[in-house]
């Protein structure tokens, strides 16, 4: 059983930093594609950053330029750094592991971002 552990979220003033690691058990380092979603109050989850097993990354248009997508292979873990946050960055951010191409998408439990003064 695969399960993905999320830690790193908090509260931070616009413009600071946060980084966010999402741990893996239950599978071996090998991915197809991992990376973040997030969800705030009242709106529909989005996609945020992605990355392949080939090392390819995906962001939405909103957070490129500041946020990074990486992963640790030997931890089996993602990582999310997200740089010059804005409150609009505030919600729920979920990770996501994908082990195969057409195998089931596991997702994790979330951590909460607030992004206040």
């Known amino acids: 059983q695969v399960q993905l552990v999320e830690s790193g979220g908090g509260l931070v003033q616009p413009g600071g930093s946060l980084r966010l690691s999402c741990a893996a058990s239950?599978?071996?380092?090998?991915?197809?594609?991992t990376g973040w979603s997030r969800q705030a109050p009242g709106k529909q989850r989005a996609l945020v950053a992605t990355v392949t097993s080939g090392g390819s990354t995906n962001y939405l248009d909103s957070v490129k330029g500041r946020f990074t997508i990486s992963r640790d292979n030997a931890k089996n873990t993602v990582y999310l750094q997200m740089n010059s946050l804005k409150p609009e960055d505030t919600a729920v951010y979920y990770c996501?592991?994908?082990?195969?191409?057409?195998?089931?998408?596991?997702w994790g439990q979330g951590t909460q971002v607030n992004v206040s003064s």
């Open positions: 239950g599978s071996s380092s090998s991915f197809y594609s």
């Open positions: 996501y592991l994908r082990t195969t191409q057409f195998g089931p998408t596991y």
